[in-house]
């Protein structure tokens, strides 16, 4: 059986402008560092962290050939950015609607913009320990509706002439 | 000089930021009056009377930490200035003692 050297402390991988590290057997967030890709790595080692990678993530043999066939990409590449499309995904899937945030840079002034985005982030993750990431989802969705009433109704009513006509007939 | 009038939200408002102490921001505001009034608010709600007040120089504002539960954006920390507590002092607990009908006579004054 050959002999595989020992692996280098992490393999970093890049995707989607994130940067992941694979270490113990684990695939999780890195710092800012350079690219993945390490010149003058060794085929042994290439090969032991196939193993490692390919073991910690249930990836099959024939999986990887199939890729290989359609590609040009080194064996490692495909099942790094495999594992790194996973975790992102992973993460998405707990983050908060990126829609709805988004809809908050429309309507909200730029001086209440960071504080509230922050706030609602916040409570979000509050809420997903609480209720579950999907109920935190739907409340994020209704914060942000309420907040867009907040902040437009009052511009929308001064625009038609309606907040006019109510503070001439005593109503505020 | 007249002084000038609150509304009953900003009312809320002004007290739970008083409440809250140092740490008075949007969140921790909006939590403070479902807890006192037991209604649900928004956060944006909050944020549209804390900006009022501070034109009217009822609260100051300033930056406050990060932290990482709030995706690397700042906190802002409001605190009620001393005008604010001016106006604020005649409506300290109003809201949990129902006004006495008129001609009432006030218990032990007999």
Do not use: H
Request: hydrophobic share 45%; proline share 5%.
């Amino acid at each position: 059986m050959e002999k595989v050297a020992k692996p280098s402390p992490g393999l970093e991988v890049r995707r989607n402008g994130r940067r992941f590290v694979f270490r113990d057997g684990k695939m999780t967030a890195a710092g800012p560092k350079s690219g993945w890709y390490e010149p003058g790595l060794s085929a042994s080692e290439i090969k032991y962290r196939e193993q490692l990678v390919a073991g910690a993530l249930g990836v099959t043999a024939d999986a990887i050939a199939r890729d290989l066939k359609r590609s040009t990409v080194t064996r490692l590449e495909i099942i790094a950015s495999n594992a790194a499309a996973r975790i992102v995904a992973e993460s998405e899937k707990r983050s908060p609607p990126k829609g709805a945030a988004g809809l908050v840079a429309f309507f909200a002034p730029v001086k209440v913009r960071e504080q509230l985005l922050g706030d609602l982030e916040e409570a979000y993750f509050d809420n997903v320990k609480r209720i579950g990431p999907r109920a935190a989802k739907w409340s994020y969705r209704y914060q942000v509706a309420a907040a867009a009433v907040a902040f437009l109704g009052p511009r929308i009513l001064a625009w038609s002439g309606v907040a006019a006509v109510l503070k001439r007939f005593g109503a505020s | 000089m007249a002084r000038e009038q609150l509304g009953v939200f900003e009312a809320e408002v002004l007290r739970a930021t008083m409440a809250c102490g140092t740490d008075a921001y949007g969140l921790a505001i909006s939590r403070a009056i479902e807890a006192e009034t037991g209604r649900t608010v928004s956060v944006g709600a909050v944020y549209t009377v804390l900006d009022r007040l501070e034109q009217k120089g009822f609260v100051s504002s300033r930056w406050g930490e990060v932290t990482p539960t709030r995706g690397g954006r700042r906190k802002r920390l409001y605190i009620i200035s001393a005008r604010g507590q001016a106006a604020l002092s005649p409506r300290v607990g109003s809201t949990q003692r129902p006004a006495e009908p008129a001609g009432a006579v006030p218990v032990g004054a007999r």
